[in-house]
Each structure stands twice: as structure tokens, then as C-alpha cells.
């Protein structure tokens, strides 16, 4: 079982930035692809952005593309969401995620495991 734990969440303006961070420790993280959801209030929990296990492919959301860049550090078992342009409709709290696979899902249903969530908040 891998352990997630995300950092980085706080209040921004419109138009700023921020960077997420998703420490991950236990059964061989760095060989699994890895994700980023979020889910705002009343809303359904939303594929954000993938990576896979090398870092070599990643795939996005279009709402965030162009503005959100995954990235990860196998050697410090970290992975990472470079968020730039935010926008209010950005507001949410964003879990990372792992498979137990090294290609790229979308699919919530493959990961297995799951951060607590940090609250990202767009002010306008």
C-alpha cells in the first residue's frame, strides 16, 4: 500500500500561482503512474492531471491545460502540480492519487490510493 500526503493548498488570487506537492511513501511508489483530482463543493470529484511512472507522459484536463504542468521526482518520491493562471472555477480540494500501474488512467476507479486532500481557493 502507498501513502499519500499532499501539501501546498492555500488562498490565492485570480491569476496566481500555486504549487502542490504529493509525498508518497510505502510499496514501490515510483513505479506507478500517479494523478491529480479535485473536487469543489456540490460537485463531483474531477480528473485533473496524470503522470506516468518515469515522468515520460502526462495528459490533462482541458479545462486546465496550458496553465497546469505535472511533474514528479522518483528519487524523492514526490510528485508535483504546478498550477499558474488560476482561475475561481479552480476552487477545490485536490486529492493525489496512485495506480498500481506504470501507464497513464483518467479513470478514478484505477487508483488505489488516495491523499487527505488540500484546499486550493481562488479568490476573484
Known amino acids: 500500500q502507498v501513502h499519500l500526503v499532499e501539501s501546498g493548498g492555500g488562498l490565492v488570487q485570480a491569476g496566481g500561482s500555486l504549487r502542490l506537492s504529493c509525498a508518497a511513501s510505502?510499496?514501490?511508489?515510483?513505479?506507478?503512474?500517479m494523478g491529480w483530482f479535485r473536487q469543489a463543493p456540490g460537485k463531483e470529484r474531477e480528473f485533473v492531471g496524470a503522470?506516468?511512472?518515469?515522468?515520460?507522459?502526462?495528459s490533462y484536463a482541458d479545462s486546465v491545460k496550458g496553465r497546469f504542468t505535472i511533474s514528479r521526482v522518483n528519487a524523492k518520491n514526490t510528485m508535483y502540480l504546478q498550477m499558474n493562471s488560476l482561475k475561481p472555477e479552480d476552487t477545490a480540494v485536490y486529492y493525489c492519487?496512485?495506480?498500481?500501474?506504470?501507464?497513464?488512467?483518467?479513470?478514478?476507479?484505477?487508483?488505489?490510493?488516495w491523499g487527505q486532500g488540500t484546499q486550493v481557493t481562488v479568490s476573484s
Open positions: 510505502g510499496r514501490a511508489s515510483s513505479s506507478y503512474s
Open positions: 492519487a496512485t495506480t498500481y500501474r506504470p501507464s497513464i488512467t483518467i479513470r478514478p476507479n484505477d487508483y488505489g490510493s
Open positions: 503522470i506516468s511512472w518515469n515522468g515520460g507522459s502526462t
